[in-house]
């Protein structure tokens, strides 16, 4: 049945190519219809009414009337939503709500999911991936088995209304047709189980007859996952394809893949693809266009329509925000969105540089909440996704995960950066990994290397080695364990570093 279904599917899934190929050839005129459809059904809102939309509004004058919204300045439209308001963002009544944890205060997030935004955007964009992978790879045989996706769970309503809200992942698996479930696992009642550790052996239990092609998630959780699937059944050589001997891809998103390739390394040998995706609460954005390459293909028909303000201007009044034609190259961008989720000139919170235009490929180089600034070093966190893999693989050493923070300059003292790293094999020294992390981020970052100079405004870094399992403890004790949770990287305040010294000294006594 399934080499039915894989046949069928990679003949479908490649059709799309030309559609895909439409955009990238026409960008702006793909952007302007895009444009045109959010704006006809935004004045059919509340919202749209309340800042003057039109069907035939113009981009120069939506930018004047709508405002650049943080999460925190559009959650009072979302809570109507939330309590069952009518066409107050988009038209109609909303149904779903993705929760995330985001970096709103530490506190979740709900975003509004339509079905326009389901299908237009968060499914279709799933199949461009596929459609995209089957084109690289035509001998792949990824629907002969199962994709394992790990997703997160739903929860109903607090007040009873007719609403349910979850990771995005499980909305979006929670709405996928029937015979969608033929190529995917575990079962959606194990998926959605709230409790990551007894999912964990819930799945584990259930993987181990599946033959499983692919698997889709965050790296964090998803090496956690295969190391528990090799501890239960002593699998003694530790590679997972003695369970799944079939695998052949690994779609992930959420953090860099570099930290952790070294990790995946060691436990699939043989041949392996990993493609890079860029998908939110709030969208599906963007995959990797050549797995050879860190480039990501920006979707342009998905119902999503983008500017981006130069991140060094976004603390401004009014800011510029640039459309796709105005942009440049190598610049570092705030990316803002209007999506058919009834997200209006949203500050999704991301920064990101155009690597190229026809087509309009991305990297993403950091949050703009998520990076160190105390001392004008504007340390990203591609910065130090960067130097943390150079200084792993010069020093022998494979990191787990990391947060790392500032310390901030006391009398005559000089300030610093401050990293809690846990690794699964320790480096040679770690002084030489204190010394690479420094000098590779000195390369990567000018305005680092300034700082550094002669210990002018900042010290070398003072790095903590952590013991196994600090992370997992500490990411439990927040209440962020498993799903799509992301460790938190950089941070431009030392709370999550006093909340993990915290943990270090209760197990010290």
Excluded at 126 to 138: K, R, S, V
Excluded at 382 to 388: L, S
Excluded at 471 to 476: A, D, E, N, S, T
Aim: aromatic content about 12%; overall charge negative.
């Amino acid at each position: 049945m399934l080499k039915v279904v894989h046949k069928v599917a990679s003949w479908i899934l490649k059709r799309r190519i030309e559609q895909m190929e439409y955009f990238m050839d026409h960008p702006h005129d793909v952007q302007a219809q895009v444009f045109r459809h959010l704006v006809e059904n935004g004045a059919q809102t509340t919202f749209g009414r309340t800042y003057g939309l039109r069907p035939h509004t113009s981009i120069s004058d939506f930018q004047s009337r709508v405002p650049i919204s943080t999460y925190e300045e559009i959650y009072p439209w979302i809570e109507k939503e939330f309590q069952g308001g009518e066409s107050i963002l988009w038209p109609g009544k909303r149904r779903w709500f993705s929760k995330s944890s985001g970096t709103t205060n530490d506190k979740s997030k709900y975003i509004p999911v339509t079905d326009e935004a389901l299908e237009e955007c968060h499914y279709k964009a799933g199949q461009d991936m596929l459609a995209m992978y089957f084109d690289q790879n035509p001998d792949s045989q990824l629907f002969t088995g199962k994709g394992l996706s790990i997703g997160g769970s739903l929860y109903d309503h607090p007040e009873g209304l007719p609403i349910r809200y979850g990771d995005v992942s499980a909305v979006i698996t929670e709405n996928l047709p029937r015979f969608y479930e033929l190529a995917r696992t575990p079962r959606k009642e194990v998926a959605f189980m709230s409790s990551w550790e007894e999912k964990m052996d819930v799945m584990a239990r259930e993987l181990y007859d599946e033959d499983v092609t692919s698997f889709a998630g965050v790296p964090t959780w998803t090496i956690v996952l295969i190391h528990h699937l090799l501890d239960t059944y002593g699998i003694e050589n530790g590679d997972i394809r003695s369970i799944w001997p079939n695998l052949e891809v690994f779609f992930h998103g959420g953090v860099s893949f570099e930290p952790y390739r070294t990790q995946f390394d060691q436990v699939i040998s043989g041949k392996m693809h990993y493609m890079d995706i860029y998908n939110a609460s709030e969208g599906y954005f963007a995959f990797q266009y050549d797995l050879s390459k860190r480039d990501l293909l920006l979707l342009l028909d998905h119902g999503v329509f983008y500017e981006f303000v130069p991140l060094d201007r976004l603390d401004e009044a009014h800011p510029p925000a640039y459309t796709l034609d105005q942009i440049e190259l190598g610049v570092n961008y705030a990316m803002v969105i209007t999506t058919n989720a009834g997200l209006w000139r949203y500050l999704i919170g991301d920064t990101v540089i155009f690597t190229g235009k026809y087509p309009y490929t991305i990297q993403i180089t950091g949050r703009t909440k998520h990076f160190i600034n105390t001392f004008g070093e504007e340390l990203m966190v591609d910065n130090a996704e960067t130097a943390i893999a150079d200084a792993a693989k010069q020093t022998g050493a494979i990191v787990s995960n990391y947060t790392a923070g500032p310390v901030f300059m006391e009398g005559k003292s000089k300030g610093g950066h401050e990293w809690y790293i846990e690794f699964e094999e320790a480096p040679s020294s770690l002084q030489a990994f204190q010394a690479q992390l420094d000098i590779r981020l000195r390369q990567l970052n000018s305005d680092y290397e300034a700082k550094r100079q002669a210990d002018l405004a900042l010290v070398a870094p003072c790095i903590h080695a952590l013991p196994s399992g600090t992370f997992h403890r500490w990411m439990k004790k927040r209440g962020k364990l498993g799903g799509q949770h992301k460790v938190p990287r950089l941070a431009n305040h030392r709370r999550y570093l006093d909340e993990l010294a915290a943990i270090l000294e209760h197990e010290r006594r």
